[in-house]
């Protein structure tokens, strides 16, 4: 059997529906649970829930809707996320603190729980370990995404998968996303909560696509054990590339992009501060703009660097342009050596690479993002409506 992701991970079943912009995800699979959470001050009622519900640190389903994200809700809104966990626990027969919840969607909108209820219901029958369930999953989750979006990493003894969402409201300290991430390994609690907020921070929180922070991301990594015990060294790595994968996804299906955009920066003092660079050249609407255009505008990049808050000596930076295959540079040592042409014919795929050397250090991070399209605008001009 052929697997894209999660059903990849032993122990793995799911489903999922959509009705219109509204879909319903169910996970089943037990084990030890850790979770990452939106840093925005306004957070969804099931990300409060969760950030209550994931400290008992063991997880036996997700349920996930999609069309309402059950934000900026009150009270009624806390209470419909404790709803989703009983109906997810009531069919399929597992304890409801130990169900995962999560919403997308509209903002300052009430779930329609009788929906939910039947949806629930409707595919709870269904769920089963195959290609055709882990793709409805994650097609049940999406909203403005336009393409389902999976990841597998196998290694020897252990897989590591996961399915997510996220296409707009993307910006550092995660962004409109949900994450679903499993693995077959078994990982005590603390070494799973270390190891997925490491890959976050290295992956998800690399994403922009808009530079707006949503009030729902979430990301829940589910360890079901059933390949036995594996060492944290060698499961963190593979977590990190399985969110790297998936983060990579978020960045290339951007509202109204047109091209992915990567920037690595290297030769920084620290790598948080290699990161900062990185993700202010990624979220910068002038550098977005001109990749969209295929105008190699390159000083927009230095420019970006230079107010991301990060200390480097200008006159000793050096910055190449690629797309993947061939690589390009435009300055050298603070010496400008751009040939306009070569860089130009680099930004004519869907992917355009920015690599950055700071010469003040021996760190290094990538970040991720995407164009600035005017479908952007059309998109988001129109988005409840």
């Not at 130990?98 to 509209?106: D, F, I, K, L």
């Not at 990982?187 to 997925?196: F, G, R, V």
């Amino acid at each position: 059997m052929s697997f894209r992701s999660i059903c990849a991970v032993k122990g793995v079943r799911a489903y999922g529906v959509k009705e219109g912009k509204f879909g319903l995800a169910l996970i089943h699979a037990g084990g030890t649970a850790a979770g990452v959470f939106t840093e925005n001050l306004v957070k969804a009622a099931p990300i409060e829930f969760m950030r209550k519900q994931i400290k008992k640190g063991r997880l036996e389903a997700v349920i996930a809707n999609s069309g309402c994200a059950n934000a900026y809700t009150g009270k009624r809104g806390y209470n419909d996320a404790v709803s989703m966990s009983t109906f997810a626990g009531s069919a399929l027969g597992v304890e409801p603190d130990c169900v995962g919840v999560a919403s997308t969607g509209v903002i300052g909108r009430y779930l329609d729980l009788p929906l939910i209820q039947r949806q629930c219901n409707q595919i709870a029958i269904r769920v089963n370990r195959s290609e055709e369930a882990e793709n409805l999953a994650a097609e049940a989750i999406m909203t403005t995404d336009t393409y389902p979006k999976h990841a597998l990493v196998e290694r020897e003894g252990f897989n590591v998968a996961g399915i997510t969402k996220g296409s707009g409201m993307i910006a550092p300290n995660m962004g409109t996303m949900l994450a679903f991430i499993y693995t077959d390994a078994e990982i005590d609690p603390k070494s799973l909560s270390e190891a997925l907020k490491l890959a976050t921070r290295r992956t998800f929180n690399r994403v922009v696509v808009d530079g707006d922070m949503s009030t729902n991301d979430i990301a829940l990594c589910t360890a079901t054990g059933e390949s036995g015990k594996v060492n944290p060294v060698e499961f963190s790595p593979a977590l990190e590339e399985c969110c790297r994968l998936l983060a990579r996804q978020i960045a290339a299906d951007g509202e109204g992009a047109t091209k992915l955009i990567e920037v690595t920066v290297t030769g920084a003092p620290k790598e948080d501060a290699a990161a900062r660079v990185a993700r202010t050249i990624i979220e910068s609407p002038l550098v977005k703009t001109a990749v969209y255009g295929e105008d190699p505008n390159w000083g927009r990049v230095i420019a970006a660097a230079g107010r991301s808050g990060v200390e480097f000596d200008p006159n000793a930076i050096s910055l190449w342009i690629s797309d993947g295959t061939g690589q390009y540079p435009l300055v050298r040592s603070g010496e400008i050596i751009a040939d306009l042409k070569k860089a130009k014919e680099t930004m004519h795929g869907r992917k355009v690479i920015f690599i950055l050397d700071l010469a003040a250090g021996n760190e290094e991070a990538t970040a991720w993002g995407c164009d600035l399209t005017e479908r952007y605008v059309e998109i988001n001009g129109r988005y409840t409506t």
